[in-house]
Nanobody, 116 residues
Framework: QVQLMESGGGLVQAGGSLRLSCEASENIFNFNAMGWFRQAPGKEREFVAEINVGGRTDYGDSVKGRFSISRDGPKNTVYLQMDNLQPEDTGVYYC??????????WGQGTQVTVSS
């Protein structure tokens, strides 16, 4: 079955940067899109960023201009570069792969904590 493994989370001060990685167990071009969601304590899951099979990207309004999603096909990996992090960005970040809207696969999550 499909497995997604996130890494790169940690603790940073406001204004700092992190790069998250999501390595898939198979060719990432098997999926129509791969992306990231996050969930802060006591809040609902929030869309962060996505890249589709053609390279088109999409971002949530709260991260536009600060986050950038990219991929490395031979490594089966998608990245999320996060710059100018703020305390409001704190949460568990989850990788998601999807086939159109019929099937979705999720990673276990990686914690990002931003101190003020």
């Amino acid at each position: 079955q499909v497995q997604l493994m996130e890494s790169g989370g940690g603790l940073v001060q406001a204004g700092g940067s992190l790069r998250l990685s999501c390595e898939a167990s198979e060719n990432i071009f098997n999926f129509n899109a791969m992306g990231w969601f996050r969930q802060a304590p006591g809040k609902e899951r929030e869309f962060v960023a996505e890249i589709n099979v053609g390279g088109r990207t999409d971002y949530g309004d709260s991260v536009k201009g600060r986050f950038s999603i990219s991929r490395d096909g031979p490594k089966n990996t998608v990245y999320l570069q996060m710059d100018n992090l703020q305390p409001e960005d704190t949460g568990v970040y989850y990788c998601r792969a999807r086939i159109l809207q019929s099937r979705q696969y999720w990673g276990q999550g990686t914690q990002v904590t931003v101190s003020s």
